[in-house]
């Protein structure tokens, strides 16, 4: 079996600050639509049983994607479809989040973006995701660079 385990859910512009869509035009030297559309990836990825999906949230960086739209889009192709849920731990309410992700949106795993967000992964106020983690044994991805 064939699985991606690096997908996203974006939609372009309402998950992106105008700071963060300012750095991609800068990178890409255009202006760039980073909205990701099920039949396009379908169709870049036809030999995938399996994707596993996230959005992300990173307030430092000017991205939020909200774990209930993550849960939406998986849930129209239940099939194919593995969703994570996101959470920044620099922000007020995570651990809730976390929770709600997981328990009540039943995604699958995590996905933390440390570089975008400004945290360390090993800080120890991370301690409690780290154990729910391990407790529901959940995966977790992290971006690194």
């Known amino acids: 079996m064939l699985v991606d385990v690096h997908s996203h859910f974006f939609g372009d512009p309402e998950h992106f600050s ?3 869509r300012s750095q991609a035009r800068r990178a890409r030297n255009q202006d760039i639509n980073l909205t ?3 039949e396009d990836y379908r169709a870049s990825a036809q030999a995938c049983e399996k994707t596993v999906v996230f959005g992300g949230k990173a307030r430092l960086s000017g991205l939020w994607v909200p774990d209930n739209e993550v849960a939406e889009y998986v849930g129209r192709h239940p099939d194919r479809l593995v969703g994570f849920l996101s959470v920044d731990p620099t922000q007020p309410g995570w651990q809730e989040e976390l929770r709600q992700g997981h328990q009540d949106l039943k995604l699958k795993g995590i996905k933390l973006l440390p570089m975008y967000a400004g945290f360390r ?10 154990r729910y983690a391990q407790r529901h044994n959940l995966p ?3 971006h690194t660079g």
């Open 18 to 20: 105008e700071g963060f």
């Open 36 to 38: 990701v559309r099920w």
């Open 121 to 130: 992964p090993n800080q120890p106020e991370l301690n409690d995701l780290w």
């Open 140 to 142: 977790v991805l992290l």
